[in-house]
């Protein structure tokens, strides 16, 4: 069985833009819940962006 990664390209694309988005909005605003660091850590994967961007995030 061999997989086509040429249709996981946009996925992977995806998920990168998504990641550096969450990294943008980690540095430039203040967060809840947990340390930057932290946040950083997790925002490595999808869920964590996800996580992040529901429950971190504390705009003023």
Do not use: R
Not at 32 to 40: G, I, S, V
């Amino acid at each position: 069985m061999s997989i086509d990664f040429t249709l996981l390209m946009p996925v992977l694309l995806l998920q990168v833009i998504f990641s550096i988005f969450c990294f943008i909005k980690l540095i430039k605003n203040p967060v809840k819940h947990l340390p930057k660091w932290l946040w950083a850590i997790l925002c490595l994967n999808t869920l964590g962006c996800i996580v992040y961007s529901t429950l971190g995030k504390d705009e003023e």
